[in-house]
Each structure stands twice: as structure tokens, then as C-alpha cells.
């Protein structure tokens, strides 16, 4: 008989901030789809979540690579902008 696990969520595994179920920089793409789900209605709030989280992972990736400075706002939330 198999054992059956339960789906693995699009979730940042930190301080590595890649997807934890496919293994993906996060926000992957599924995981957008699903943030965008949660937060209909309230782009605002989206923004602002993600805009906390990438301070979050700037702060955690900067200590696991002092050397490399990436620009995470394309990343965590550029693609979350209102389409104008």
C-alpha cells in the first residue's frame, strides 16, 4: 500500500528563499497565483506583504552572501503591481 503525503504548499524556505515545494526563487510562479487568490480585492495589502517579505529575504540573503547584492523588487513585487 503507498502512503500518500499531503501536496507540499509554494512556500519560501528560508533563509534560502526558494520554493519549497519546486525548488524555485520565491515567489514562484504557482505561488503568485496563489497569493494573487488570497489577497483579490486587496492589492494594497499583497504589495505591502510582499514588500515586508523582501526586506525579510534582503536581509537573510545579504548574511548567506555579503558579496552579492541583488535587486529583489522585480522579484517580490513588481509582478504584483495593478495592471494599468
Known sequence: MAVVRPPVPHVAMRPLWRCRNCGR???C???KLALLVEYR???TALLVYL???M???ASQ???LNPDRHAD???RFVAWARARG
Open 55 to 57: 526586506q525579510e529575504a
Open 72 to 74: 529583489l523588487a522585480d
Open 29 to 31: 510562479q504557482p505561488a
Open 61 to 63: 540573503l545579504t548574511q
Open 25 to 27: 526563487e520565491w515567489p
Open 51 to 53: 514588500g515586508t517579505l
Open 41 to 43: 480585492g486587496n492589492r
